[in-house]
């Protein structure tokens, strides 16, 4: 599924409109509708819930079994028509003066007309109103729908008759901290307690980064109109939003790819990993393969007071199907490694009981017979520890892995970084504190752009970029963008990181490129996490080595 920015829906909006020659009121029209549909559906669901409406005369999703007989085989459109309980419903229209504005308005005649009491509450004057807004309101107007008179919020705020909001305040066009009127209107509606549904984004969402201003709508759902908003894919705009639903209009797909500089963003679904990144994520293993094909992971990490990592990493390389995974960690650790996970290999990374510069030849001797290099689980900090990672970036062209402490010796190597040379076969899988190390931000900094950050840095570096947390970002030194939405917060623990680095390292050994290992990596981490949580009487019990078992 495309994600787009603001700024890259408003030329769709204008590619639509001017140069394939679609209406602005036909999509103004078509988004009300989406937003009306959705507000019934939540309705319905409402009562079905409560045990209200399901039963005799309704069908299973409560939309009436009127029209639907066997003597009677004509269909109503189930999504707008009339439902029982619907009388019971009043909503609150909460208008802006912009397009956002329109679409709540336009949704006003359809609620109306599926039986539902609706009543608008204009932020500002009409006479104020875009020239969409303006038509929109009139025909609300004509259609008899109550306006309540005041523009703005009335000082009498009483939001007691209504049984939800449907906040179309602002959309894409607005910017910043919402201004009076709508920053008061957004704090009463949240301070309601009544459901809210917001057409397109929570008003008072970044669009573009999922920030939130100090007043910003908490919806119940959001009906996102044509296209994905990334605001609504990032934290904490994706916890305003509730549940999205992405709604065509009549805004072509065509659109998209028509304006410059055209969105290159994507949600990670089995459809996107399977036309977008091409990937087989079937996973058939072929009949006549044997380890060989399937690829031999490097582990290069592990050290006295963090071994676990580094075995987590392997076990997880070994689970997500690579051929043959080796771990190379100092010597004087070998014997309390040896045996503990039987289908893993063991080498001498450096000699002695910790890593050092000299290593470096070792390893790069090791790589040779390597498909992919997983460095940095549990690896810790030594003496020249920048010379040694450049020696293993610069001195081999086999994949690398980079995670946990081989970052932070990225991030001190600074900007001589550049002269290392570009590498396209690097994935870098940073949580937030690692990113910020590396950009030289604090955290807090980094995450107001998850999105941003992690393409700037894919392109500015050539590499693959993994912005890990909950929503994680992969970001291609090309500009690609991919967002992944499995996971579940159970996987907050330590030893998740050294799982996916496992799982990428062995879906690259496997033959995947970088792009493709990381996102799907993400992906199939995710999943692995949301089934470990299912099994585990509480999700807080959840370990990193259940999320591997459950790969
Ligand atoms: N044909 C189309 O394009 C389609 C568009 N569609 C819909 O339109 C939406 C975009 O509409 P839009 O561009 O009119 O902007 P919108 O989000 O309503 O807000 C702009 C208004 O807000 C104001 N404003 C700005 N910042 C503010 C602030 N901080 N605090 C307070 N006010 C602020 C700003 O006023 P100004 O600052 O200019 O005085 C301006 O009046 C889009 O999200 C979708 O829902 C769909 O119907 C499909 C077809
Ligand atoms: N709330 C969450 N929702 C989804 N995924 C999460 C959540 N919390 C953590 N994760 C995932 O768990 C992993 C944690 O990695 P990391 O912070 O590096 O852990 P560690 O360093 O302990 O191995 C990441 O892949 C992250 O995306
Ligand atoms: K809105």
């Known amino acids: 599924m495309l994600i787009v920015t603001s700024e890259q829906m408003r030329r769709i909006d204008r590619c639509t409109i001017d140069e394939l020659g679609i209406p602005a009121s036909a999509l103004m029209e078509s988004a009300g509708r989406a937003v009306a549909e959705e507000v019934l559906d939540f309705c319905r669901g409402r009562l079905h819930s409560a045990g209200g409406a399901a039963g005799a005369g309704t069908r299973p999703d409560g939309s009436p079994k009127r029209g639907v007989t066997s003597d009677s085989p004509v269909l109503e459109d189930k999504l707008i028509a009339p439902f029982d309980g619907a009388e019971r419903e009043h909503w609150l229209i909460l208008a802006g003066k912009g397009n956002n504005g329109g679409d709540g308005l336009a949704a006003a005649r359809y609620l109306q007309d599926a039986g539902i009491k609706v009543s608008i509450l204009c932020a500002e004057s009409p006479d104020s109103f875009s020239k969409e807004a303006s038509v929109q309101f009139a025909a609300a107007r004509r259609s008899g729908i109550p306006v309540l008179e005041t523009p703005g919020l009335p000082s009498d705020a009483d939001f007691g008759p209504y049984t939800g909001l449907v906040d179309a305040l602002l959309g894409v066009g607005a910017s910043g901290e919402p201004r009076e009127p709508y920053g008061g209107l957004i704090r009463a509606a949240n301070g309601s307690g009544l459901p809210i549904v917001a057409a397109d984004i929570p008003s008072g969402l970044n669009a573009d980064t999922g920030q939130t201003a100090q007043a910003c709508i908490r919806a119940e759902r959001t009906v996102c109109i044509a296209f994905l908003k990334a605001g609504l894919v990032q934290y904490p705009g994706a916890k305003a939003a509730g549940e999205v639903r992405v709604r065509a209009v009549g805004i072509p797909r ?146 690398l892995v980079i995670d946990a402490d081989g970052l932070n010796i990225l991030a001190d190597a600074g900007e001589s970084l550049k002269d290392w040379g570009r590498r396209e076969n690097v994935v870098l899988t940073p949580h937030p504190g690692e990113m910020g190390r590396l950009l030289g931000v604090p955290t807090a900094e980094l995450q107001k752009d998850r999105l941003g950050a992690a393409k700037a840095y894919a392109a500015e570096h050539g590499v693959t970029l993994v912005l890990k947390g909950a929503r994680t970002v992969v970001a291609s030194p090309e500009g690609a963008l991919f967002v992944n939405t499995t996971g579940h917060p159970g996987m907050s623990t330590g030893g998740t990181g050294d799982v996916l680095t496992g799982v990428v390292s062995g879906l690259l050994a496997q033959g995947l490129s970088p792009l493709q290992a990381a996102a799907f990596g993400v992906y199939l981490h995710g999943r692995a996490g949301e089934r470990a949580a299912e099994l585990r009487e509480h999700p807080a019990s959840l370990l990193a080595s259940d999320v591997i078992e459950a790969l």
């Open 254 to 399: 065509l659109a998209a790819s028509r304006i410059d500089e055209g969105p290159n963003a994507h949600l990670i679904t089995e459809h996107s990993l399977r036309e977008t990144l091409e990937i087989d994520t079937s996973r058939k293993r072929a009949e006549d393969s044997h380890k060989g094909t399937y690829g031999h992971v490097l582990v290069v990490g592990g050290s006295r007071l963090m071994s676990g990592a580094g075995f987590m990493a392997s076990r997880a390389a070994l689970r997500i199907g690579s051929g043959l995974v080796t771990w190379a960690l100092p010597s004087a650790l070998l014997p309390d490694i040896v045996g503990h996970v039987p289908e893993l290999m063991v080498a001498e990374g450096a000699q002695g009981d910790g890593w050092n510069r000299d290593s470096a030849e070792t390893i790069l001797k090791l790589a040779e017979k390597m498909d992919v290099l997983a460095v940095g689980p549990g690896l810790g900090r030594f003496e020249d520890d920048t010379e040694w990672l450049k020696e293993l970036w610069t001195g081999s062209d086999v994949p």
